[in-house]
């Protein structure tokens, strides 16, 4: 927010249009330098991690080590949470630009969504059936005991 701020001001005169803009380019350098490298930070706090779990099996660790240890471990979970959001960020930005065309990706999400609605097959007391008509009269059969 504070680089937000101090850009925004900065470009008071502008028109919005323009102001977004020439935010980008800011929002892009403190990514890179703030944010940035979110799977390096990731392996640096698990290697920590792991070196203090070793020592943990050859000595017992001192509380020092132990505030380490779970200051280390919050991190890491506040970066895996960041890696988590950004992705979902991230494919919300592809669904939202290509999702409505007629594009390779919605037929690729249009295919994957009826494949986990699919039932391939069903087991009915002993018997399993993989014939879509096969499927279609145990359903039937099966509610017509229940009603």
Not at 4 to 14: G, S
Not at 79 to 96: H, M, N, V
């Amino acid at each position: 927010m504070q680089v937000f701020r101090q850009e925004w001001v900065q470009l008071a005169d502008m028109p919005l249009v323009q102001k977004l803009k020439r935010m980008k380019a800011p929002l892009k350098k403190w990514n890179r330098e703030v944010f940035g490298h979110i799977d390096q930070r990731i392996q640096a706090f698990q290697k920590e991690l792991e070196k203090l779990d070793l020592l943990a099996q050859v000595r017992e660790l001192q509380e020092m080590e132990w505030h380490r240890r779970a200051a280390v471990q919050s991190q890491l979970w506040l970066w895996l949470t960041r890696k988590e959001r950004y992705w979902k960020q991230l494919s919300r930005c592809k669904l939202l630009k290509e999702g409505d065309k007629n594009t390779k990706f919605l037929h690729t999400m249009a295919t994957i969504r009826r494949r986990k609605q699919m039932i391939a097959t069903i087991k009915s007391e002993d018997t399993v059936f993989t014939e879509p008509a096969q499927i279609r009269k145990a359903i039937v059969q099966h509610f017509k005991q229940l009603y």
